[in-house]
């Protein structure tokens, strides 16, 4: 990858465990598997340049099969091996990438992800070099501790959920990763914690993740 460019690290390493042994990557929606969904629209974004796909041991030869089948997945150059946490995982990603501009970080399980919502991520990140796609929260949140007992309900208009994509200048998500140590759950989070500002930037309610059998229903509707 030249330097200048897009890349897309897509995460796909997950091992399905709340799927009742369904492989939710390779789950039918609407007719085609979720995650060639995905590797359908970062194909067809013009500003991404390279596709890098991350997978579990146990499916990645079915990627390999299902990419080789696909003749228009011509940015996807690389399919590799994830490791044992999903921060692991992107860690491989991004040790396939030598040099570039922007590095764009997408959940596999986040099938109904638009062009829109990648072009204004990469936008978004002009201003710090570091955003995140999110939501406003609807649902009020109640803060407990291990005995289920409320100890403050948070104020909802300063709450977000987070989704991907999440979009970083290369050299800050190369030296977070490299520097920076501790168990997280997204990668804003380890760039937060390495000092860097991270911009929010409007999601789609829309861009669910996939983690359990009845969003793979729920998904299907919204495509209707």
Not at 58 to 76: F, L, P, Q, T, Y
Not at 79 to 87: A, D, E, F, M, Y
Not at 138 to 158: A, F, H, S
Request: include cysteine.
């Amino acid at each position: 990858m030249s330097e200048g460019k897009v890349a897309a690290i897509i995460v796909a390493a997950g091992d399905s465990q709340r799927m009742n042994g369904v492989d939710k990557m390779f789950a039918p929606l609407g007719g085609r598997p979720v995650l060639a969904r995905v590797l359908d629209t970062f194909q067809s974004c013009k500003k991404i340049d390279h596709i890098i796909v991350v997978m579990h041991s146990k499916n990645i030869e079915d990627c390999r099969r299902m990419v080789a089948g696909e003749k228009s997945w011509e940015k996807v150059k690389d399919i590799c091996l994830g490791g044992k946490r999903r921060q692991d995982s992107v860690a491989e990603g991004l040790k396939r990438l030598k040099e570039g501009a922007w590095v764009v970080i997408h959940d596999g399980a986040r099938p109904l992800v638009t062009v829109d919502i990648i072009e204004r991520g990469l936008e978004a990140a002009k201003e710090t070099g570091a955003a995140i796609a999110a939501v406003p929260v609807i649902d009020t949140i109640k803060l407990v501790k291990d005995d289920e007992i409320v100890r403050q309900t948070l104020p909802r208009q300063n709450l977000r959920a987070v989704q991907t994509p999440q979009v970083f200048r290369y050299d800050v998500i190369k030296n977070t990763y490299k520097f920076t140590t501790g168990d997280v759950t997204d990668d804003a989070a380890l760039v937060e914690k390495a000092g860097y500002k991270v911009k929010l930037y409007m999601g789609s309610y829309d861009n669910i993740k996939i983690t359990a059998p009845d969003d793979l229903a729920v998904a299907e509707a919204l495509l209707k």
